[in-house]
């Protein structure tokens, strides 16, 4: 015996249809919106919110609540609502400069800029420069290109290091220890040839 209010019927136009299938059906999309859209898609099959609840791991009343809202807003009522907060304390144009700066050019007095040598010279705070920096993926401290020795007989050696490597001696143990301190590890490796 059903408990409760009745559940209204929710009715599924054919153009939001096959959006809402994309949407529940797409990997990239966020996660939540995706939820959303599969909650919809049951609830237009006529499963009731218990159902609903217990197939996609969630509780009922989010369930009637992601119903409710598309029934009064329809598939803009599935995306997340701006959040209130205070406005953006940089612009795009001071966001793009600092970009620019990062990427073509470098301080007078090192190889490349730090959170603070760059927040000086640009005037923002180092947070705003970790911030930016981190929404772009950019860190300017790795290195990301190969570079050569000027030893003139630095292909023998490759050579002979990797030798060592694919066809060890008999009973011999390969080890590589790197004691450069210039250069940056960005991987643990252990090689053992035995």
């Known amino acids: 015996m059903p408990r409760g209010r009745p559940i209204a019927p929710l009715q599924v136009a054919s153009s939001e249809l096959d959006e809402?299938?994309?949407?529940?059906?797409?990997r990239s999309m966020p996660h939540a919106l995706v939820t959303r859209a599969r909650i919809v898609l049951l609830a237009a099959k006529g499963r009731s919110n218990t159902v609903i609840a217990e197939q996609?791991?969630?509780s009922r009343p989010t369930v009637g609540i992601w119903r409710q809202r598309y029934l009064q807003q329809r598939l803009q009522?599935?995306?997340?609502?701006?959040?209130?907060?205070?406005?953006?304390?940089?612009?795009?144009?001071?966001?793009?400069?600092?970009?620019?700066?990062?990427?073509?050019?470098?301080?007078?007095?090192?190889?490349?800029?730090?959170?603070?040598?760059?927040?000086?010279?640009?005037?923002?705070?180092?947070?705003t420069v970790q911030r930016v920096w981190r929404a772009f993926g950019l860190?300017?401290?790795?290195?990301?290109?190969f570079k050569l020795s000027t030893d003139p007989f630095f292909v023998?050696?490759?050579r002979d290091i990797v030798g060592l490597y694919l066809n060890p001696p008999?009973?011999?143990?390969?080890?590589?220890?790197?004691?450069k301190s210039q250069i940056q590890a960005l991987e643990e490796v252990l090689s053992i040839g035995v």
């Open 20 to 26: 809402l299938e994309a949407i529940a059906g797409s």
């Open 139 to 145: 860190q300017p401290h790795r290195q990301k290109h």
């Open 77 to 127: 009522g599935l995306y997340d609502e701006l959040k209130p907060g205070g406005p953006r304390s940089i612009s795009d144009e001071s966001v793009a400069a600092l970009l620019r700066k990062t990427l073509r050019t470098r301080p007078r007095d090192g190889t490349h800029w730090t959170c603070r040598t760059l927040a000086a010279e640009t005037r923002v705070s180092k947070s």
């Open 56 to 58: 996609l791991g969630l």
């Open 156 to 158: 023998e050696k490759v």
């Open 170 to 179: 008999d009973h011999a143990v390969v080890l590589c220890v790197d004691e």
